[in-house]
């Protein structure tokens, strides 16, 4: 039962570089979702998605990119990275939107830009 | 007001004890509204949802006050294990067909 996968766990990242995380899930949920969220704070949607080949930006979309090819993958890019997006990245799935959706979590990717 | 607010505490109670957290949300026309746990340095996983009526699941019970824009979770009998940060989530928008929002958490520690 993997549920959804994050990879890499733990990445850091000089100023200007990219990188791409990897979510994907077995679920065959419809909707898609990236928060990040900063130590002591709760979670900020960067990107949702409501099926292949549909995203759209959430709370703090700045600086990140979203592809949905697939129901199963939802990668999250960073161009250019910035000592601003250090934090713990949580990629999540449901199989219905907001009001009755439980929402299933990877275990989360930590990015440290230095 | 601010869209998903809580009391970030942290709440420090003995085993045993019973301790209540609060929320208050800012838009009247909320729909849907839940609980989730996260320890430290996992991910989120949904504690219960509340409904108008309110529910209750064991130890837990789960109100929501809709004139006054909060929700509630009541523990009675805490047990060490209830450690943890409890996230209030609300589905802001005016229909289903929105993200849900995260309050910034309330952080529990339950002491022997």
């Known amino acids: 039962n993997a549920g959804v996968t994050q990879t890499p766990k733990f990445r850091i990242l000089k100023i200007g570089q990219s990188m791409t995380l990897q979510c994907t899930q077995d679920?065959?949920?419809?909707?898609m979702y990236w928060y990040r969220q900063d130590p002591g704070m709760g979670l900020k949607l960067i990107y949702y998605?409501?099926?292949?080949?549909?995203?759209d930006k959430g709370e703090v979309p700045n600086g990140y990119n979203v592809s949905r090819s697939t129901t199963e993958d939802f990668p999250l890019r960073l161009e250019l990275a910035a000592p601003s997006q250090t934090s713990v990245y949580f990629c999540a799935s449901s199989p219905l939107m907001g009001s009755a959706g439980e929402l299933f979590f990877g275990e989360g990717s930590r990015l440290t830009v230095l | 007001r601010k869209e998903v607010e809580q009391d970030p505490g942290p709440f420090n109670v003995p085993e045993g004890a019973t301790v209540a957290f609060n929320c208050t949300y800012s838009?009247?026309?909320?729909?849907?509204f839940f609980w989730y746990r996260q320890d430290c340095r996992k991910e989120p996983k949904l504690l219960m949802s509340v409904y108008s009526s309110g529910n209750e699941d064991g130890r837990f019970t789960a109100q929501l006050n809709r004139a006054s824009q909060y929700i509630s979770l009541l523990i009675r009998d805490s047990k060490l294990s209830d450690s943890a940060t409890y996230l209030c989530?609300?589905?802001?928008?005016?229909?289903?067909?929105?993200?849900?929002?995260f309050g910034k958490g309330t952080r529990l520690s339950v002491i022997a």
């Open positions: 998605s409501v099926g292949a080949g549909i995203t």
């Open positions: 679920m065959n949920h419809n909707y």
């Open positions: 838009n009247s026309a909320s729909q849907s």
């Open positions: 989530v609300v589905n802001l928008g005016n229909s289903g067909n929105t993200p849900l929002v």
